[in-house]
């Protein structure tokens, strides 16, 4: 079966309750520009995510920034899981740049996350990416690989096959800058072929991959027609209600 294409917004630590509110408005006058054989999905902060649930058009999901793995504990500032659903979140990002860069959450946190998330139902969306040195030194499929085996390492075959990777390189966000679209095809078609050899051609063939990095209206088709690349994962631009639609329309 073809896979769905699928846009999604990260809107990092951007939007108030009110600020969500009136994007979810404005989406809502244009859901008619939004083609039904294509998923959509924004990542508000987590404060805005009950008032999204209420009054998001519903072909756009509700996906999670973040996610601890643990179902509950004495664990500050984190969300757990079944929080996560209990709100009607469908999708998690795991593993962002910012989350291990910024952040330094280990690798080893990454497959606990992903394995709750699938298990509670949701979309784990693991990020992964090469930073500018680790491009100029030629590691950038050597990173994605151990990051993406680490990734899905305590997933199942079947789990795997629905989950989604995100392929953000570091240089690439919120920089402007981007790799050709035969680059990130070049590297989303190697991600693809670790899944296979970790986890089946099935689950290959089914996860989505999607490119993430400085993705705009005017550059998304170049990369959302390559035959690998499934859909983006959008900052900067995901933000502005029109700039999401024109970008829904291209992909
Ligand atoms: C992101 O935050 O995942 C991202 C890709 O940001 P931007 O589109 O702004 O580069």
């Known amino acids: 079966m073809a896979r769905r294409k699928l846009l999604m917004g990260n809107w990092k630590m951007y939007k108030t309750v009110a600020q969500a509110r009136a994007f979810a408005e404005e989406l809502g006058r244009q859901t008619s520009r939004l083609s039904p054989a294509v998923d959509y999905a924004v990542c508000p902060p987590f404060t805005a995510l009950h008032a999204l649930r209420v009054i998001l058009p519903s072909c756009v999901k509700l996906g999670a920034q973040n996610v601890h793995f643990a179902e509950e504990g004495a664990y500050t500032g984190e969300i757990a899981p079944g929080m996560l659903t209990e709100l009607g979140v469908q999708y998690v990002l795991v593993g962002h740049s910012e989350r291990r860069n910024v952040f330094h959450e280990p690798d080893a946190w990454m497959r606990q996350k992903v394995a709750a998330v ?126 999401f639609v024109a970008m829904a329309e291209a992909v």
């Open 118 to 243: 699938a298990a509670h139902g949701m979309t784990p969306v693991l990020c992964v990416g090469e930073d500018l040195a680790e491009r100029e030194a030629g590691r950038t499929l050597a990173v994605v690989e151990a990051q993406t085996v680490s990734g899905i390492a305590d997933v199942r075959a079947e789990q795997a096959s629905q989950m989604v990777i995100a392929y953000e390189p570091v240089w690439a966000i919120g920089t402007g800058r981007t790799p050709t679209p035969a680059d990130a095809q070049e590297v989303i078609a190697y991600i693809r072929q670790v899944v296979a050899r970790e986890k089946g051609e099935a689950a290959a063939a089914g996860v989505r991959i999607l490119y993430g990095g400085s993705v705009k209206p005017d550059n998304i088709a170049g990369f959302t027609s390559q035959p690998d690349i499934d859909g983006a994962l959008v900052g900067g631009a995901s933000l502005d209600p029109s700039s």
